[in-house]
């Protein structure tokens, strides 16, 4: 399974865009990447998924270059309820086994007003 | 809410008792997982199911631990005499194979463990 790094903790103002990179070097060819989000004692809950160039949903943009050895979690002006811990995971879909996602320690998101 | 439920959300335990958390996934999920989350660390696996088949199991899943899927429905993971070591978040997630969320894995709000 390919490794992620992100860093540890970002800071941020209300009203800010927000973009968490993550570094997948070792990505492979079926890897997709998802992004996940989790608030204290509460478990982690999916914002966007994508395998290559941009995906948008409602509440983030995933922005992948053409080599997937990165990408972009992008949150456009984040509130207060925005402040958590963002996980980024590389793994298959599954299609051909299980997906066991592996996660690192994730980016602490702190939102100030 | 993602629509995989777990029970009970906290237990409050003493060392060497059992305990029994149940794992609802979302309807027609047949895919489940079991994580282990201790404070400041990402979930960890600990085990898979399609369907009712235990297909994986982590190391971190001593023999003290055992979880079921009898119908392929919800799960149960059980811990056999605790210890406290064991305090932690169990998050219980399910997915499916295809469909129109794809192989997205949900989350659970999880169970709180602690062992006194």
């Known amino acids: 399974l390919a490794k992620t790094t992100q860093p540890i903790s970002m800071d941020s103002y209300e009203g800010q865009e927000v973009n968490i990179t993550c570094s997948h070097n070792?990505?492979?060819?079926?890897?997709?990447i998802t992004w996940y989000q989790q608030f204290p004692s509460q478990g982690p809950r999916f914002i966007i998924q994508?395998?290559?160039t941009k995906v948008t949903n409602e509440v983030a943009s995933l922005f992948i270059p053409a080599d997937r050895k990165s990408s972009t979690l992008s949150l456009p002006r984040v509130s207060l309820s925005d402040t958590a811990v963002y996980y980024c995971?590389?793994?298959?879909?599954?299609?051909?086994?299980?997906?066991?996602?592996?996660f690192g320690t994730g980016t602490r998101l702190l939102v100030s007003p | 809410d993602t629509g995989v439920s777990q029970n009970p959300r906290h237990k409050i335990t003493k060392r060497g008792q059992n305990v029994t958390f149940r794992c609802d996934p979302i309807?027609?999920?047949?895919?489940l997982y079991w994580y282990r989350q201790t404070l400041g660390q990402g979930p960890e696996f600990l085990t898979y199911?399609?369907?009712?088949?235990?297909?994986?199991k982590s190391r971190l899943l001593s023999d003290r631990f055992s979880a079921e899927r009898p119908k392929g429905s919800f799960s149960t993971l059980e811990i056999q005499r605790t210890e406290q070591g064991d305090s932690a978040m169990y998050l219980c997630?399910?997915?499916?194979?295809?469909?129109?969320?794809?192989?997205?894995?949900?989350f659970g709000e999880g169970s709180w463990l602690t062992v006194v």
């Open positions: 070792n990505i492979a060819t079926n890897d997709y």
């Open positions: 199911f399609q369907n009712e088949a235990q297909l994986e």
């Open positions: 994508g395998y290559k």
């Open positions: 309807s027609e999920h047949n895919r």
């Open positions: 995971l590389v793994g298959d879909m599954g299609n051909t086994g299980f997906q066991k996602l592996v």
């Open positions: 997630a399910s997915s499916s194979t295809g469909g129109t969320s794809g192989n997205t894995i949900y």
